[in-house]
């Protein structure tokens, strides 16, 4: 003890506590820089351990493809959506696109001609609109076949069957897209802030949306865009941001200023 007291007031005495301190002050900001450094790391660990080393992505919407963990559909993973059919076709387009056969069980009011116009390949599409208490066989028996499959479950399946239909995804590599909340979904997309155009003053028809998808996963923060979900051209693009720029005073009012 005596030895520690000895050295602090050598120190005091010749300035080097000044300097100690100093250069505690200048660590700081370092400090925090490599704090920040190894979260981001952290996070970037935690993102790497969910995308499992051997799974590969199956391409989905570029609007959609930003917000997802890995930029797309992982092959032998669960998603779920909010109940929005539009979003849905949002996620099915790429597959579709790509060549993939598709699923859709227990969604009587999927709309294939809605599909068709934005681009799914009725050809490779199968419905099966009312399973009804055979919805979970029917689910892991298309995921046996096809790599996309969407499923509204009618209830709530035990532990461990939905143990078992997620041993199956990852043994065919078939993706699941649930209507509803999931256990174990990679990730969870929802929707807020919609806003219709289209109308006009009494006339007209809904002809475009605007909405901000959130995509909310386990690991990381919520990712959120405002799309167009779909424009007035039926396409789903990006959402311009609102311009910032003041618009100009009128002539007559500078001068009267």
Known sequence: MSLAIDTIEHMFEHGEMAQASATLQAAEPAAAGQRASVEELQ???RSMQATRLDSRLLPTHPVLASLLPGGGLMQGAMYSIEQSATLLMALLVGPSRAGSWCGVVGVPEFGVEAAASFGIDLERLVLVPRPGDQWLAVTAAIADVMPVVVARPPKR??????????ARLRQRGSTLIVLGSW???EAMLSLSDSR???IGEGHGHLSARQVTVTVSTSFGRPKSARLWLPDPELQFVTAEPPSLEVPAAPTEYLRAV
């Open 43 to 45: 996070q970037r660990i």
């Open 157 to 166: 399946a035990s532990d461990g069957n939905l143990a078992r239909l997620a």
């Open 183 to 185: 256990p174990q979904s």
């Open 196 to 198: 219709w155009s289209g």
